[in-house]
């Protein structure tokens, strides 16, 4: 089944932290590279972060380079997002998927979401 459950978002003022959880489906999670995506209310959804399949190769949106770190289990076929020095521009609905996304015969495949809100 082709399934995202994203996890962990929440309300924190700046400079807090949060930790997303995301668990991935269950053939394809460990051979597949993962990223963060999010997508701010009016804008376009973005690539925040990714990481390889053995989890020895990271990159990450300029945006947030130093402030968030991007890792997985893959026995737990889950990737996380710690995000440490949030800003009010961090406030977004955040999402996992592979990297590239999964397309299907044209669709999109995106699981609901973590809603993160940054007071300021």
């Known amino acids: 089944q082709l399934q995202f459950v994203e996890s962990g978002g929440g309300l924190v003022q700046a400079g807090g932290s949060l930790r997303l959880s995301c668990v991935g489906p269950?053939?394809?999670?460990?051979?597949?590279?993962m990223g963060w995506y999010r997508q701010a209310p009016g804008k376009q959804r973005e690539m925040v972060a990714a990481i390889s399949t053995g989890g020895g190769t990271t990159n990450y949106a300029d945006s947030v380079k130093g402030r968030f770190t991007i890792s997985r289990d893959n026995a737990k076929r889950t990737v996380y997002l710690q995000m440490n020095s949030l800003k009010p521009e961090d406030t977004a609905v955040y999402y996992c998927?592979?990297?590239?996304?999964?397309?299907?015969?044209?669709?999109?495949?995106w699981g609901q979401g973590t809603q993160v809100t940054v007071s300021s």
């Open positions: 998927n592979f990297r590239p996304y999964l397309v299907v015969a044209g669709i999109e495949y």
């Open positions: 269950r053939s394809t999670f460990s051979i597949k590279t």
